[in-house]
């Protein structure tokens, strides 16, 4: 089994910054994409930026310059460095992969991290 564990959630104020963790641990063989979604209070959850295997990146348009997301393969982890926060950021934060564990590749999500940015 794998779990993924976000942690780096909080409250700060507009223009300040937070990082993000999520840790994945368990059978683990390799992780394709690492990824980053949020979802607001009635909202859809959306993509908030992905890093291949290969450590490429995709961003929202909303946090593209602002928000940086990178891994650490030896230890399963992926960050996200938000800088410059708005409120209109403030949401569940979500952590997403695609991980090889015994022979079968699989989706798994964290249980989120709350992110509160007050104006």
């Known amino acids: 089994q794998v779990q993924l564990v976000e942690s780096g959630g909080g409250l700060v104020q507009a223009g300040g910054s937070l990082r993000l963790s999520c840790a994945a641990s368990g059978s683990i063989s390799s992780i394709n994409n690492m990824a980053w979604y949020r979802q607001a209070p009635g909202k859809q959850r959306e993509l908030v930026a992905l890093i291949s295997g290969g450590g490429r990146t995709t961003y929202a348009d909303s946090v593209k310059g602002r928000f940086t997301i990178s891994r650490d393969n030896a230890k399963n982890t992926v960050f996200l460095q938000m800088n410059s926060l708005k409120p209109e950021d403030t949401s569940a934060y979500y952590c997403?992969?695609?991980?090889?564990?015994?022979?079968?590749?699989?989706?798994?999500w964290g249980n989120g991290t709350l992110v509160t940015v007050s104006s």
């Open positions: 997403n992969a695609d991980v090889w564990s015994v022979g079968r590749l699989m989706n798994y």
